[in-house]
């Protein structure tokens, strides 16, 4: 368990993710069984047992030290688990003793010796009698442990672990084990064990359960492969390449088909039956492009599964039969709870551009120009409103695409969710990852505008010694005159040569300081201007602007630009007025 | 007669009227007795200084010659009377040369321990024990949550990430008198035998302590080497350093923090590091209890820290206690930095 514990550690301070990846292979390598495998489900979040609740901890607590010092303690941590987990007696479990140590009085009077052994550590035995407290102990106790000896048996672990090891026990009784990594991160974190692809595991995970012996077993040369069992697997999407207007003269029109490119979230709708053959029960799962399994998030859209088969599709929100921009589909991704409400205020749709099986049949090998007849035919069987084709977007020349591209809506799009176009090979297989060719995006040109940098924040990791993340604004009318409101933060877009310039900048025009934070110079003479481009801009009542960017990047730095010459909010305001009415993008 | 007829604090720090001196004094006095050489209880324009030869040295590193008018080296154990006080110094546990200075006058004895750890460090004296009547403790941490784990688990949780990140460069941030060199001398214990580099600041008291005869091994200075050079070494540097463009000139820079302070998240991310080490210059809450426990004392002061709880807890043990109300300590080095801004300059 402290093991574990000190792994959990290691990740919550960890920012990069090759690094975290390192950390849990380690873990993985240098652990046995079936210890790793349960530290898999809790990674993976697979693990089903009921939860404790907070009071439950905070009352064992309360039995245990003074109330004085545990209220300040709690206010000075400010986290009840992490306060448990470091004022937890070890020595003297009886209430109100814990804290000090009795040795001391026997030392009193005896000059000039070291207490020194009054704070070394003892070791603390584990309640099992042997050894280290393990997560695998832990885990198979809580799942058959009942109510009322909870609080017993967890104080006796309390008191087998360190610090590191209580606070995760703790987060992990209550289910608060929040660890920044992704089940999909944890999984090619094995999948490292032997090289393998992350992919693999996935697709036989759905076979899988804790404490997976056997995908060890395999990983290390053990065993063969364990079977895939998953009657819905997640198929590693194809990707385009974006393209530049130059790129245009170098491809044939006529090799080509294109269709919107929408803007909600890509996914993979998949149903297929449980046993393999037709009699079993369907199962249906929706997965985001990176594989994670979201369908618990739209229960309204699973539903509409009914047909074996596997859609390549972009997740919208429909309402009245027009599809909705990004900024409400965000406000349904937001929040936590799927309530009918919110199934009704936010009705998902499914958006389908390919199909990649058609029942037991894998289609990925078919040319495009026939899988697209073959998703044509499979929608039209499923005949749910919930799901539709992506029209096709037809054109006997580059020009014409340009023209389309340009005014989605007069070429017959219906709404303000459309990001571009794609372009696919009529002959092109559907290939994983991002080949170049077959596919390109032609997104269309992002909003720009010309902002002042305003404030730099320190950034982490490798980046903690420069102002990586900026803060920019665009003047409006203050009661003073002109004034600058902040309207976003942008922390790439630039080169690595770029951030060492604006990091010089900010070192040497500090204004103000508020630790990480320094306030840099911006005055209508003075200051550094950003050409910030974005995608997307909605209201909000958050911001100071009122309005909020979405996927706002640095550019361009406009050293020759004097910040009097930025842009002013007004601008922004006509922009947001022209995205509510479905107009018009890029200005 | 009460112990303030021997010390009575004032805003400028305890002084001793009887014996015309002044302990660890954050403005400067005609005579001061001086602790450890931290920046904050070890000042700059005192007009005689007594202290151990250590912090004297230490002083004078940092400080320049003139860093007062005249200057006294005393032995740990050694008797020295000052008008109408004898006053000892005893091994405070905490940094070189580091003492608890006790002041005894008619049979009465009170104890100004400045900083101390009673936990074993391979560079300084081991804390003494020494019984008295009124017990002047600090409390940088004196909160129940603060109970520092045992340094050497630490030192190899970062020889663990030295090995599994082998190409990246590990820097500690560590402060510049005590903790630095108490990091690379476990780090030695420990097995690493490879050179450890030296931040510019770092480099007159680390040698200082190896002239001493502590073992710190091989060190070098990074001023000097190139990138690739320092893949998979350790350097030290004061923790303010880890924010500066000074760590660009490292491969893949991993940040580790040797403090107390890490122990408790929320100040751990504070700093932004990715590898916390919870390793004190400072006794931690059980510490703190057992020692006032054992010095027999019947009356605790409690100096720089979180006195709220310490005091309480004294209540709670039937100790006469209060808090001491200085202005001044704690704030550089001392306290492993509670206050350090972590913004260079
Ligand atoms: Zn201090
Ligand atoms: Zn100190």
Redesign the interface.
């Given at each position: 368990m402290n093991r574990f514990a000190e792994l959990l550690d290691r990740l919550a301070y960890e920012p990069g993710r090759n690094n975290k990846l390192r950390l849990m292979t380690d873990y993985f390598r240098l652990t046995s069984d079936p210890e790793r495998g349960w530290a898999l489900a809790a990674l993976t979040g697979s693990l089903t047992f009921t939860h404790a609740k907070a009071g439950l901890i905070r009352s064992l607590i309360a039995e245990r030290t003074d109330p004085v010092l545990f209220e300040l303690s709690y206010d000075y941590v400010g986290d009840l688990s992490e306060t448990v987990a470091l004022m937890w007696p070890t020595h003297f479990p009886s209430p109100l003793v814990g804290e000090g140590r009795e040795g001391g009085s026997e030392d009193r009077g005896k000059a000039s010796t070291n207490v020194r052994h009054l704070t070394t550590p003892t070791p603390n035995p584990s309640p099992q009698g042997g050894g280290e407290l393990s997560l695998t102990t832990v885990i198979e106790t809580l799942t058959t442990l009942g109510k009322a000896q909870l609080p017993q048996q967890l104080a006796r672990w309390l008191d087998a672990l360190d610090e590191t090891g209580r606070w995760a026990l703790i987060k992990l009784v209550t289910g608060g084990l929040r660890i920044g990594v992704s089940a999909r991160l944890a999984k090619a974190a094995v999948a490292a064990l032997a090289d393998e692809d992350a992919q693999e595991i996935e697709l036989i995970w759905p076979g899988l359960a804790p404490p997976y012996r056997e995908l060890f077993a395999w990983l290390e040369g053990r065993t063969k492969k364990p079977a895939s069992a998953d009657p819905a697997p997640f198929r590693p999407p194809m990707l385009a390449h974006a393209l530049d207007d130059a790129d245009l003269q170098n491809l044939n029109a006529s090799e080509f088909m294109a269709e919107w490119k929408w803007d909600g979230i890509r996914v993979q709708a998949v149903a297929g039956h449980h046993d393999n053959k037709h009699g079993g029960h369907l199962i249906g799962r929706l997965y985001s492009r990176t594989g994670e399994d979201i369908s618990k998030s739209f229960p309204d859209l699973l539903d509409a599964l009914r047909l074996p088969g596997a859609i390549d599709g972009e997740l919208l929100i429909m309402r009245d039969r027009r599809v909705q921009s990004f900024n409400v589909l965000q406000q349904r991704l937001n929040r936590k709870t799927v309530t009918p409400k919110l199934l009704a205020e936010f009705p998902a749709h499914l958006r389908a551009y390919d199909l990649l099986a058609n029942g037991d049949e894998d289609l990925r090998g078919v040319p495009f120009a026939e899988r697209r007849a073959r998703l044509e035919d499979f929608v039209a069987r499923l005949g749910d409103q919930r799901v539709d084709l992506s029209p096709m977007v037809g054109f006997a020349s580059w020009d014409a695409l340009t023209a389309a591209r340009k005014d989605p809506v007069a070429a017959g799009a219906d709404a303000a969710a459309v990001e571009g176009v794609m372009l696919k090979r009529r002959d092109a297989p559907y290939l994983p990852g991002r080949p170049k060719g077959p596919w390109w995006k032609w997104k269309r040109d992002p909003f720009i505008i010309d902002a002042v940098l305003m404030y730099a924040q320190r950034g982490h990791g490798k980046r903690s010694s420069f102002y990586s993340d900026y803060t920019f604004g665009v003047w409006k009318n203050g009661e003073a005159g002109d004034e600058l409101v902040p309207v976003g933060k942008a922390y790439f877009g630039f080169t690595d040569e770029e951030l060492l310039q604006i990091d010089r900048f900010v070192r040497r025009n500090t204004t103000e300081r508020f630790g990480p934070v320094r306030e840099v110079v911006h005055d209508a003479d003075q200051g550094l201007v950003l050409e910030v481009a974005f995608e997307g801009l909605q209201r909000s009542t958050r911001h100071k602007s009122g309005l909020a960017m979405r996927f706002p990047r640095i550019n361009r730095l406009r050293w020759d630009k004097p910040p009097g010459e930025a842009d002013r909010l007004e601008r922004l305001e006509t922009m947001i007025a022209r995205i509510e009415q479905g107009q018009e993008r890029a200005p | 007669m009460r112990p303030e007829d021997i010390l009575v604090p004032t805003p400028a720090g305890v002084c001793c009227k009887r014996g015309g001196f002044h302990i660890d004094p954050t403005r400067p006095v005609e005579r001061a007795l001086i602790t450890h050489a931290h920046s904050d209880h070890a000042r700059t324009g005192h007009g005689a200084v007594l202290a151990t030869q250590e912090t004297l040295d230490l002083m004078r590193l940092r400080y320049g010659e003139n860093f007062a008018g005249s200057t006294q080296a005393v032995r740990y154990g050694e008797s020295i009377t000052l008008d109408g006080a004898t006053v000892t110094f005893?091994p405070a546990?905490h940094v070189l040369g580091s003492a608890q200075i006790a002041v005894m006058a008619n049979g009465l004895r009170v104890v100004a321990s400045g900083d101390y750890k009673?936990?074993?460090d391979p560079t300084c004296a081991?804390?003494?024990?020494?019984?008295c009547d009124v017990f002047i403790t600090e409390a940088t941490f004196g909160?129940?949550?603060?109970?520092h784990?045992?340094a050497d688990a630490e030192i190899a949780?970062l020889l663990h990430?030295v090995a599994?990140?082998a190409e990246r460069a590990h820097l500690i941030g560590a402060y510049s008198l005590g903790k630095a060199q108490r990091v690379i001398a476990l780090l030695r214990q420990a097995g690493y035998h490879a050179p450890v580099y030296l931040h510019g600041a770092m480099e007159s008291i680390t040698y200082y302590y190896a002239n001493r005869g502590i073992a710190l091994g091989e060190l070098r200075p990074v001023r000097g080497t190139t990138k690739p050079e320092l893949a998979g070494t350790v350097t030290l540097c004061p923790p303010s350093a880890?924010?500066?463009?000074?760590?660009?000139r490292f491969p893949?820079?991993l940040?580790a923090f040797a403090s107390g302070w890490m122990?408790?998240?929320?100040r751990?991310?504070q700093y932004?590091?990715?590898?916390?080490l919870v390793i004190s210059d400072h006794?931690?809450?059980?510490?703190l209890?057992?020692?006032?426990?054992?010095?027999?004392a019947g009356e605790i002061w409690v100096t720089h820290g979180?006195e709220?709880?310490l005091v309480?807890?004294c209540g709670?043990?039937g100790l006469k206690a209060r808090p001491l109300d200085i202005v001044g300590y704690g704030d550089e080095e001392d306290g492993d930095g509670a206050n350090d801004?972590?913004?260079e300059q």
């Amino acid at each position: 368990m402290n093991r574990f514990a000190e792994l959990l550690d290691r990740l919550a301070y960890e920012p990069g993710r090759n690094n975290k990846l390192r950390l849990m292979t380690d873990y993985f390598r240098l652990t046995s069984d079936p210890e790793r495998g349960w530290a898999l489900a809790a990674l993976t979040g697979s693990l089903t047992f009921t939860h404790a609740k907070a009071g439950l901890i905070r009352s064992l607590i309360a039995e245990r030290t003074d109330p004085v010092l545990f209220e300040l303690s709690y206010d000075y941590v400010g986290d009840l688990s992490e306060t448990v987990a470091l004022m937890w007696p070890t020595h003297f479990p009886s209430p109100l003793v814990g804290e000090g140590r009795e040795g001391g009085s026997e030392d009193r009077g005896k000059a000039s010796t070291n207490v020194r052994h009054l704070t070394t550590p003892t070791p603390n035995p584990s309640p099992q009698g042997g050894g280290e407290l393990s997560l695998t102990t832990v885990i198979e106790t809580l799942t058959t442990l009942g109510k009322a000896q909870l609080p017993q048996q967890l104080a006796r672990w309390l008191d087998a672990l360190d610090e590191t090891g209580r606070w995760a026990l703790i987060k992990l009784v209550t289910g608060g084990l929040r660890i920044g990594v992704s089940a999909r991160l944890a999984k090619a974190a094995v999948a490292a064990l032997a090289d393998e692809d992350a992919q693999e595991i996935e697709l036989i995970w759905p076979g899988l359960a804790p404490p997976y012996r056997e995908l060890f077993a395999w990983l290390e040369g053990r065993t063969k492969k364990p079977a895939s069992a998953d009657p819905a697997p997640f198929r590693p999407p194809m990707l385009a390449h974006a393209l530049d207007d130059a790129d245009l003269q170098n491809l044939n029109a006529s090799e080509f088909m294109a269709e919107w490119k929408w803007d909600g979230i890509r996914v993979q709708a998949v149903a297929g039956h449980h046993d393999n053959k037709h009699g079993g029960h369907l199962i249906g799962r929706l997965y985001s492009r990176t594989g994670e399994d979201i369908s618990k998030s739209f229960p309204d859209l699973l539903d509409a599964l009914r047909l074996p088969g596997a859609i390549d599709g972009e997740l919208l929100i429909m309402r009245d039969r027009r599809v909705q921009s990004f900024n409400v589909l965000q406000q349904r991704l937001n929040r936590k709870t799927v309530t009918p409400k919110l199934l009704a205020e936010f009705p998902a749709h499914l958006r389908a551009y390919d199909l990649l099986a058609n029942g037991d049949e894998d289609l990925r090998g078919v040319p495009f120009a026939e899988r697209r007849a073959r998703l044509e035919d499979f929608v039209a069987r499923l005949g749910d409103q919930r799901v539709d084709l992506s029209p096709m977007v037809g054109f006997a020349s580059w020009d014409a695409l340009t023209a389309a591209r340009k005014d989605p809506v007069a070429a017959g799009a219906d709404a303000a969710a459309v990001e571009g176009v794609m372009l696919k090979r009529r002959d092109a297989p559907y290939l994983p990852g991002r080949p170049k060719g077959p596919w390109w995006k032609w997104k269309r040109d992002p909003f720009i505008i010309d902002a002042v940098l305003m404030y730099a924040q320190r950034g982490h990791g490798k980046r903690s010694s420069f102002y990586s993340d900026y803060t920019f604004g665009v003047w409006k009318n203050g009661e003073a005159g002109d004034e600058l409101v902040p309207v976003g933060k942008a922390y790439f877009g630039f080169t690595d040569e770029e951030l060492l310039q604006i990091d010089r900048f900010v070192r040497r025009n500090t204004t103000e300081r508020f630790g990480p934070v320094r306030e840099v110079v911006h005055d209508a003479d003075q200051g550094l201007v950003l050409e910030v481009a974005f995608e997307g801009l909605q209201r909000s009542t958050r911001h100071k602007s009122g309005l909020a960017m979405r996927f706002p990047r640095i550019n361009r730095l406009r050293w020759d630009k004097p910040p009097g010459e930025a842009d002013r909010l007004e601008r922004l305001e006509t922009m947001i007025a022209r995205i509510e009415q479905g107009q018009e993008r890029a200005p | 007669m009460r112990p303030e007829d021997i010390l009575v604090p004032t805003p400028a720090g305890v002084c001793c009227k009887r014996g015309g001196f002044h302990i660890d004094p954050t403005r400067p006095v005609e005579r001061a007795l001086i602790t450890h050489a931290h920046s904050d209880h070890a000042r700059t324009g005192h007009g005689a200084v007594l202290a151990t030869q250590e912090t004297l040295d230490l002083m004078r590193l940092r400080y320049g010659e003139n860093f007062a008018g005249s200057t006294q080296a005393v032995r740990y154990g050694e008797s020295i009377t000052l008008d109408g006080a004898t006053v000892t110094f005893h091994p405070a546990g905490h940094v070189l040369g580091s003492a608890q200075i006790a002041v005894m006058a008619n049979g009465l004895r009170v104890v100004a321990s400045g900083d101390y750890k009673n936990v074993g460090d391979p560079t300084c004296a081991p804390f003494e024990l020494v019984p008295c009547d009124v017990f002047i403790t600090e409390a940088t941490f004196g909160l129940p949550v603060f109970r520092h784990s045992d340094a050497d688990a630490e030192i190899a949780k970062l020889l663990h990430s030295v090995a599994l990140f082998a190409e990246r460069a590990h820097l500690i941030g560590a402060y510049s008198l005590g903790k630095a060199q108490r990091v690379i001398a476990l780090l030695r214990q420990a097995g690493y035998h490879a050179p450890v580099y030296l931040h510019g600041a770092m480099e007159s008291i680390t040698y200082y302590y190896a002239n001493r005869g502590i073992a710190l091994g091989e060190l070098r200075p990074v001023r000097g080497t190139t990138k690739p050079e320092l893949a998979g070494t350790v350097t030290l540097c004061p923790p303010s350093a880890l924010k500066e463009v000074w760590t660009r000139r490292f491969p893949e820079p991993l940040t580790a923090f040797a403090s107390g302070w890490m122990r408790v998240r929320a100040r751990a991310r504070q700093y932004g590091v990715e590898l916390p080490l919870v390793i004190s210059d400072h006794a931690d809450w059980n510490g703190l209890t057992a020692t006032i426990a054992a010095t027999g004392a019947g009356e605790i002061w409690v100096t720089h820290g979180q006195e709220d709880a310490l005091v309480h807890w004294c209540g709670t043990r039937g100790l006469k206690a209060r808090p001491l109300d200085i202005v001044g300590y704690g704030d550089e080095e001392d306290g492993d930095g509670a206050n350090d801004g972590g913004e260079e300059q």
